[in-house]
T-cell receptor
Framework: GAGVSQTPSNKVTEKGKYVELRCDPI?????LYWYRQSLGQGPEFLIY????????DSGLPNDRFFAVRPEGSVSTLKIQRTERGDSAVYLC???????????FGPGTRLTVT | GENVEQHPSTLSVQEGDSAVIKCTYS??????FPWYKQELGKRPQLIID???NVGEKKDQRIAVTLNKTAKHFSLHITETQPEDSAVYFC??????????WGAGTKLIIKP
């Protein structure tokens, strides 16, 4: 079956602009996670959803970052007033439930110039 | 919060030899311990995992061992092959379901 997909695969934006990153989880997976991975480092947790609600958003770095999952399937990560330090690969993962294996999408490489 | 350390940061082994990567964690409530493999420019892929009621799990050339008392778990790869070259991450799951990732181990297989 189809895996986790993310769009766009690459996004280049100017400092100060607004961006949206989209994640399509595996069908039927109720849990969805966003991570951020900087070059040479492990992924860093941002937020996770159980269904439509954000169960834990403790990893969001500041209030410029926001994520939604209105229908419990597709999720959008939104970044306002982007900064050069936001440049990273943004990874999305989904799992059947909170306690099961997480499967990752290919990521969106965000570059802020 | 949870602290995860992974050693070594780089490991170079001769093709056919074994490789061992160790991960230590601090959250005693952790109950799920996966290892991910990430090739350059690709997504992390789950290669093996273990849950806290099991001490060892094996899948062909890959095995994971868990010592909950000492709070560490290790990845063992035997008969290494060139395609094993990648960065490997441990990512124990904390009590709030998020994966806490180590810094990664770059495994180099020398021909």
């Amino acid at each position: 079956g189809a895996g986790v997909s993310q769009t766009p695969s690459n996004k280049v934006t100017e400092k100060g602009k607004y961006v949206e990153l989209r994640c399509d989880p595996i069908s039927g997976h109720t849990a969805l996670y966003w991570y951020r991975q900087s070059l040479g480092q492990g992924p860093e947790f941002l937020i996770y959803f159980q269904g439509t609600g954000a169960a834990d958003d403790s990893g969001l770095p500041n209030d410029r970052f926001f994520a939604v999952r209105p229908e419990g399937s597709v999720s959008t990560l939104k970044i306002q007033r982007t900064e050069r330090g936001d440049s990273a690969v943004y990874l999305c993962a989904s799992s059947l439930s909170e306690a099961t294996e997480q499967y990752f999408g290919p990521g969106t490489r965000l570059t802020v110039t | 919060g949870e602290n995860v350390e992974q050693h070594p940061s780089t490991l170079s082994v001769q093709e056919g030899d074994s490789a061992v990567i160790k991960c230590t964690y601090s959250d005693s409530a952790s109950n799920y311990f996966p290892w991910y493999k990430q090739e350059l420019g690709k997504r992390p892929q789950l290669i093996i995992d273990i849950r806290s009621n099991v001490g060892e799990k094996k899948d062909q050339r890959i095995a994971v061992t868990l010592n909950k008392t000492a709070k560490h778990f290790s990845l063992h790869i035997t008969e290494t092959q060139p395609e094993d070259s990648a960065v490997y991450f441990c990512a124990p799951r904390g009590s709030n379901y998020q994966l806490i990732w180590g810094a990664g181990t770059k495994l180099i297989i020398k021909p």
